[in-house]
């Protein structure tokens, strides 16, 4: 198991931070801090200061009680983020795959017409419920490259290239990256 896959095991125990990271999501970036917080008090209070708890409580075996149960909550409730992170996705996924596919068929119908309003619109109606479908953002990517918003695409690729389910992907969004960043160049800056 080599250190990227390790760390994105690890972070499908962090109940939140999967979804913070990868979406922007205010909502789980409180429970991410909040699970961060407890944990980190549970730590301190079992092995720096364990006096903390026996001062909180009057005797020795309920501290030690209170403690074992928030350690218990803790590892229950990180294994069932890591569970939910990594089969939630799935289900989701099954239920609206035939819409998802028909939205993504729809926008390639409309972006070889070079309709790219029509197909930005398809793209979104596939990505607007926080969905990892990298392969309507590789064609929202390409949307964005073909309205000259280099900037939006490049600022999408580096989120993309952050998923999980980018990684058989890679190849196509560095040339895209490329591309974009040949363009770039040759766009003169607009004038104010």
């Not at 009680?65 to 590892?75: D, M, P, S």
């Not at 389910?165 to 040949?182: D, G, T």
């Amino acid at each position: 198991m080599d250190g990227r896959t390790l760390l994105h095991f690890s972070m499908r125990l962090w109940p939140g931070f999967p979804r913070a990271w990868h979406h922007g999501d205010f909502h789980a970036l409180l429970v991410s801090l909040l699970f961060g917080w407890v944990l980190a008090l549970t730590w301190a209070a079992t092995f720096v200061w364990p006096e903390w708890t026996s001062n909180l409580v009057s005797t020795p075996w309920m501290a030690s009680t209170c403690l074992a149960t928030v350690w218990a909550v803790l590892i229950v409730t990180a294994l069932m983020a890591a569970i939910q992170s990594t089969v939630g996705p799935m289900a989701t996924r099954g239920l609206a795959s035939a819409e998802r596919l028909k939205n993504l068929v729809l926008a390639q119908e409309f972006y070889l017409q070079a309709n790219y309003f029509e197909a930005e619109k398809m793209l979104r109606r596939n990505l607007q419920k926080g969905s990892n479908d990298v392969e309507s953002m590789l064609l929202w990517i390409s949307t964005l490259r073909r309205t000259r918003r280099i900037p939006q695409a490049l600022d999408l690729i580096s989120d993309v290239e952050r998923l999980d389910a980018a990684l058989p992907w890679l190849a196509e969004l560095q040339v895209e990256k490329e591309l974009c960043l040949r363009l770039k160049v040759q766009t003169p800056p607009a004038h104010d």
